[in-house]
């Protein structure tokens, strides 16, 4: 018998070797209620085929690259939402506090002349600000995040009227940076092909450098061909679509921008020890507690990220609108936010999901979105059938959860 | 068992320690001092204030009156991480695991490696070696929690407790759940935590677990102290006396009926 890696010795485990193995291995996972993203990703193809064979300019490269750029503002307010979601909490004013921070931004940098960089800044101070705010009155008096951010919904959406006064829209100047950010940057040819490699380099260095200590320390570890297979399909995927939507605009920016966050928000989810704290805190608050992690400062640390995130996007929104208006975060922006995040695989029940969740499920939603609009249909429709998604992807999150307590996966 | 007579440092000591929970005293004016390299066995019947007084000493909840000395000094435990602070690693009688976080996260939970940049790889062999170590059967250390068996759980909490060079050691109930070998090993583990100069104190039901390695045996009775003994100079009878406060009890009762 040859030694096993020190993970892999106990004989009940199912040890599936090579591209069958792992393949085998993902049913099973599935079967048992741990279904990752696979949901999302079916619900998508689903959605993207009828769409497809009611319009045929559904698929095209100029719709999917504006999709993108559409889907990128409110995506970053979805991130923030999976962070409050996976602490077992919610936050209903990510919208408002959207429409303020561009409403500030707005006054600062039309009105009063101030610098770019200084009204960026002080819009996501703001954000941050309120956040903090919202831990402050949730540790101490220990009101549910509900009501907090449900007042915060009201009040920051009358401060947001309040700042921007009584012309009510602000129009940004088209040749300010922000604005050509939300509407004119797209990655040159050359340079999202650069990056599509870079992209699978970059992951199979990673993969490979990780195997390497795995297997020194004597633990199981992928095989160089299972890594490089998967750096392949990377970078085939990100080429392939670079290519097509380089066939009319490309890749926005603003688009590579929420991705950059939702890969470093997935990083710190994963691997640093806030992250774990964060799961921890979601899934058992007081076994967390015991183990002498500051619930407090985890929660406070939440709800600045996710307002500041808040704030981030409504930067976006107004870069892409090339306005701070009083509908600026209004309407179904919060809701959409949400959606984007439950969708996407985050768990109402906290302590399951991932960053990948954001631009997942907001892919979902801007995609239904435009298949309407493509059909003259109006945002009644709209309204009706995001909202039977939004029930189908939280019934797909509770029989999951039943199935995955009846095979051991909670 | 080590039959020394143990002089060394006091490391923990309660004084007058009180707990109500709202009618209820759970605890009333209870003392205790534990020194290092020395086991004791805290016994009594259920809701005799054994957790209670875990949780105080733990930081999870604060007593109402008295005063708890580590190493001579007085201190307050307001939170667990206060008492994880001083050296004092707790194992509780409903293990306090994140049931969606796998076994290595738990055990590294709140103490994990470059907080940065986790070292996965270090703490998935340090989690490999605690689990041989204890004889854990646990098939996978990065499964979830929730895929793990009662005496698998037990393993995972015992096993965090042992992490980060603890002064003190407290199991609440260890062996409850668990299997021959597996609660042998843990009688050995206790015993090699003695030797390496701990304090333990072992919270159990089971007789022949505390006589096979306490060397003082405190008994709580409604809440309060009933005797501290010595596990050499003392019989079970004795001791079971203590918890169950009278000579005539369903336990002596049922062993004079088999002795007959
Ligand atoms: N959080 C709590 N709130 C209210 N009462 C409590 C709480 N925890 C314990 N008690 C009460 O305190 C008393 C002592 O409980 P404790 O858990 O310390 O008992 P125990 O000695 O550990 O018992 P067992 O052997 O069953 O574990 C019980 O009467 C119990 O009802
Ligand atoms: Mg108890």
Not at chain 2, 81 to 109: E, H, P, R, W
């Amino acid at each position: 018998m040859t030694t096993q890696p020190t993970d892999l010795q106990d004989e009940r485990l199912i040890i599936n070797k090579g591209l069958g193995g792992a393949i085998k291995k993902t049913r099973n996972r599935i079967k048992s209620g741990d279904l990752g993203n696979l949901p999302v990703i079916i619900g998508l193809l689903i959605i993207s085929t009828i769409f497809q064979i009611l319009n045929r300019f559904f698929l095209s490269s100029a719709n999917l690259s504006n999709l993108l750029m559409e889907c990128s503002a409110v995506g970053v307010l979805a991130l923030g939402i999976v962070l409050v979601l996976l602490v077992g909490e919610i936050d209903l004013s990510v919208g408002s506090m959207s429409g303020l921070s561009a409403a500030i931004f707005a006054v600062q940098f039309v009105r009063n002349g101030l610098p770019l960089v200084f009204c960026i800044l002080l819009s996501i101070a703001a954000g941050a600000f309120i956040g903090w705010i919202y831990g402050q009155i949730y540790n101490r008096i220990g009101v549910p995040a509900f009501v907090i951010t449900l007042a915060g919904l009201l009040g920051f959406l009358g401060l947001q009227l309040f700042v921007l006064g009584a012309t009510g829209t602000i129009n940004l100047p088209f040749e300010s940076p922000l604005v050509q950010f939300g509407q004119q940057a797209y990655l040159g040819h050359t340079f999202s092909y650069i990056l599509a490699i870079s992209i699978a380099l970059v992951r199979f260095g990673l993969g490979y450098y990780g195997a390497t200590t795995r297997r020194k320390a004597g633990l199981s570890a992928p095989s160089l061909t299972s890594i490089a297979l998967q750096s392949l399909f990377i970078a085939i995927a990100l080429g392939s679509m670079a290519w097509y939507l380089n066939k009319s605009r490309g890749i926005g920016w603003m688009f590579v921008f929420f991705i950059t966050l939702v890969v470093i928000m997935d990083y710190a989810l994963r691997r640093t020890s806030w992250g774990n704290s964060v799961f921890a805190v979601g899934g058992n608050r007081e076994a967390a507690r015991r183990a002498g992690i500051n619930v407090k400062g985890i929660y406070t640390s939440v709800f600045i990220l996710c307002s500041t995130l808040g704030a981030i996007g409504g930067l976006l929104a107004a870069g892409r609108l090339a306005a701070a208006a009083q509908s600026s975060g209004t309407g179904d922006v919060n809701l959409n936010a949400i959606a984007a995040a439950v969708i996407g695989g985050t768990s109402l029940f906290g302590g399951r999901g991932s960053a990948y969740a954001a631009p997942l499920g907001m892919v979902v939603i801007a995609a239904i979105s435009s298949g309407l609009t493509l059909m003259n249909l109006n945002s009644s429709i709209r309204y009706m059938v995001t909202g039977a998604i939004v029930l189908l992807a939280v019934s797909v999150d509770a029989v999951a959860r039943r199935s995955r307590t009846s095979h051991g996966r909670a | 068992m080590s039959n020394k007579t143990v002089t060394s440092e006091v490391v923990l000591s309660l004084k007058n320690v009180s707990k109500n929970f709202g009618a209820v005293a759970a605890l009333t004016d209870v003392e205790l001092d534990i020194r290092a390299g020395e086991v004791v066995a805290l016994v009594g019947d259920n809701g005799a204030g054994k957790s209670t007084l875990v949780k105080i000493l733990a930081g999870v909840h604060p007593q109402d009156v008295g005063v708890v000395k580590i190493a001579g000094q007085e201190v307050h435990l307001a939170s667990p991480s206060d008492s994880i602070k001083y050296g004092i690693a707790t194992v509780f009688q409903d293990l306090a695991l994140c049931d969606n976080l796998d076994v290595v996260q738990n055990l590294f939970l709140g103490r994990q490696l470059r907080r940065h940049r986790l070292d996965e790889v270090t703490m998935e062999t340090t989690a490999w070696d605690l689990i041989r170590q204890l004889r854990a059967k646990i098939p996978s250390v990065r499964i979830p929690i929730a895929s793990l068996s009662g005496g698998q759980r037990q393993s995972v909490a015992i096993a965090r407790s042992l992490l980060g060079n603890p002064k003190l050691i407290m199991l609440d109930e260890p062996t409850a759940a668990l299997g021959v070998a597996q609660t042998a090993e843990v009688l050995n583990l206790i015993e090699r935590l003695r030797d390496r100069g701990l304090a333990v104190i072992l919270i159990s039901h089971n007789m022949d677990d505390i006589f096979a390695v306490a060397d003082r045996i405190a008994v709580l009775r409604l809440g309060r102290n009933n005797g501290i003994f010595s596990a050499n100079q003392t019989s079970r009878k004795e001791v079971i006396e203590a918890i169950t406060g009278s000579v005539d009890n369903a336990v002596t009762q049922r062993a004079e009926a088999q002795s007959k």
